[in-house]
């Protein structure tokens, strides 16, 4: 499902912000894409053209030729064979990294000793040692560094967040958050399969801990109570499907939070495919259970339906813009990814942003993952050899 929502996306930038092309500003931000990724149409090339503020200035790859294609194809100026030559570059300010995850740490890495600002793809490091020692680099360099959780800037997280946050319906009893892909959508041959280069579900579907931790406000759990993984036929070390159960201390007491993640989810009867299952995550407080559909892609379609325990009614909201942290900032086409790069170009330039995701939080995410993991009995997962599949990003 994950897969079809990109794609998704990548039709509804071309449907709504066509158009919306903005002329480039004197001293605009000259942003380097290091990858050739399928995720930077989305991601970083459709919201720059919207945003006066950015421009793509180059684009790099292992593969020269490769990287030519995409700066043809997207009318980028420059495009390397290698990503160390990106970073040379003096007129490039900033990076999006969009490598498979075990390559996260180490270039985020070259690319600050570079003196470039990071927007950094999840899941931020293959572990939270890499996660910690990137942070004190960042922070060493008076560098930006944000990993890219592009779901939390949108106007509808920070609708359910408030709502939370108000009391108005008691405080959190439980959460249970899912992310499933149909069975066979993902070929075999993809990257998250590969142990090498950090692979996994729980990796992949990192977005089920993350919207765990936003709206219930923690950093790490108490405890993981269990975790139960579905290694792969192909390689018992990585993880087709993951569940686990949660304890994080909140207000004085305890909420148990469970987890599903699944790239080969099993067909309804053995022959459907259970494309209904976008991101999603339920909460039980007090007095209402809310479950937020599809929090991942909210700007594609999205409901946050709100059962009230006391009056047996149910409410329905859908929120595209404004809300109680963007205001009068934004509009409904654009993307989490564009909210995103709005928030990021903040940050780079000094202004405090609407919405951001800590360094802080970013360490407990990757902390809360490789506990996840250490219970599954499967271990964390470790960085990719720089050497790893050379012409494959």
Do not use: C
């Not at 490091?125 to 960042?138: H, I």
């Not at 959780?149 to 319906?169: C, E, I, M, R």
């Not at 159960?245 to 939070?257: I, K, P």
């Not at 564009?338 to 800590?358: I, N």
């Amino acid at each position: 499902m994950a897969m079809l929502l990109q794609l998704m996306t990548f039709l509804q930038q071309y449907l709504f912000e066509n158009g919306h092309e903005q002329p480039k500003t004197p001293g605009a931000l000259r942003v380097g894409i290091i990858s050739t990724a399928m995720i930077n149409a989305a991601a970083i090339i459709r919201p720059a053209a919207s945003h006066g503020g950015v421009i793509i200035s180059a684009i790099a790859s292992r593969n020269l030729k490769q990287a030519q294609e995409h700066a043809k194809k997207y009318g980028i100026p420059q495009a390397y064979g290698s990503y160390e030559d990106l970073l040379r570059e003096p007129g490039i300010d900033a990076v999006y990294i969009s490598l498979p995850n075990g390559m996260h740490g180490t270039w985020a890495r070259k690319s600050l000793e570079a003196g470039k600002h990071v927007l950094l793809e999840k899941p931020f490091t293959a572990n939270a040692d890499e996660a910690r020692m990137l942070v004190k680099l960042a922070q060493e360099k008076n560098l930006v560094l944000v990993e890219a959780f592009h779901w939390q800037f949108h106007p509808a997280a920070h609708a359910v967040k408030a709502l939370l946050d108000s009391g108005k319906y008691g405080q959190v009893l439980r959460t249970h958050a899912r992310m499933t892909t149909p069975k066979g959508s993902i070929p075999r041959s993809d990257i998250r399969w590969e142990y090498a280069l950090a692979g996994g579900s729980l990796m992949d579907m990192t977005y089920v801990v993350s919207s765990t931790r936003y709206f219930l406000g923690v950093d790490t759990p108490r405890e993981v109570v269990e975790a139960k993984a579905r290694p792969t036929r192909e390689d018992p070390r990585v993880d087709e499907a993951v569940e686990a159960t949660l304890r994080y201390d909140v207000g004085g007491r305890v909420v148990e939070s469970k987890i599903y993640t699944d790239m080969d989810r099993a067909n309804l009867l053995g022959i459907v495919p259970r494309a209904w299952e976008t991101p999603s995550i339920e909460i039980e407080t007090d007095h209402a259970i809310i479950y937020f559909y599809n929090f991942m892609m909210p700007h594609l379609y999205h409901y946050i339906q709100i059962y009230d325990k006391r009056t047996g009614r149910t409410y329905t909201e859908k929120h595209y813009s404004g809300g109680p942290q963007w205001g009068s900032r934004g509009e409904t086409w654009w993307s989490t990814y564009r909210y995103q790069l709005e928030a990021f170009v903040d940050k780079v330039r000094g202004r405090e942003p609407p919405h951001w995701v800590t360094l802080e939080s970013s360490v407990a995410q990757m902390e809360t993952i490789d506990a996840i993991y250490e219970k599954s009995g499967l271990g964390r997962r470790k960085p990719s050899p720089e050497n790893v599949n050379p012409l494959r990003v």
